[in-house]
């Protein structure tokens, strides 16, 4: 059983024909309810946020060629970012874009 689970992630691997993150549905319409109470000023919205996405953005600031203390250091831009910025989000525009783009901007300018 094992050894089949090994070739089905080494076959999944092997495919870069898939998506690179399958997110959910139901957590991109959370995530879409986080920024708009991240908007009214919850701060308790930015951590449910962080606990969420963080794993997800630090694997994309890896992928990118960042050390593991710039991408943390990125990742931390980041969500300063993504507070200041999110009275512009517009609700039901996909929010995993937006948060993404957030963070790419961050990690490009090398401040929040």
């Not at 024909?17 to 995530?31: F, Y």
């Not at 794993?55 to 931390?76: D, T, Y």
């Not at 969500?79 to 993404?100: K, M, N, Q, T």
Request: hydrophobic letters at 45%.
């Amino acid at each position: 059983m094992k050894a089949a689970v090994n070739k089905a992630r080494a076959g999944d691997l092997m495919n870069p024909s898939g998506p690179a993150c399958v997110v959910p549905g139901k957590v991109t319409v959370h995530v879409d309810d986080l920024l708009v109470q991240i908007a009214h000023g919850s701060r308790s919205a930015l951590a449910e946020l962080y606990d969420l996405l963080a794993p997800l953005l630090l694997a994309l600031l890896r992928s990118r060629g960042r050390s593991l203390e710039r991408a943390h250091n990125a990742l931390v831009d980041a969500f300063a970012r993504i507070w200041r910025r999110a009275p512009s989000y517009e609700p039901g525009h996909s929010s995993l874009d937006w948060v993404i783009d957030q963070t790419t901007h961050a990690d490009a300018s090398g401040v929040a």
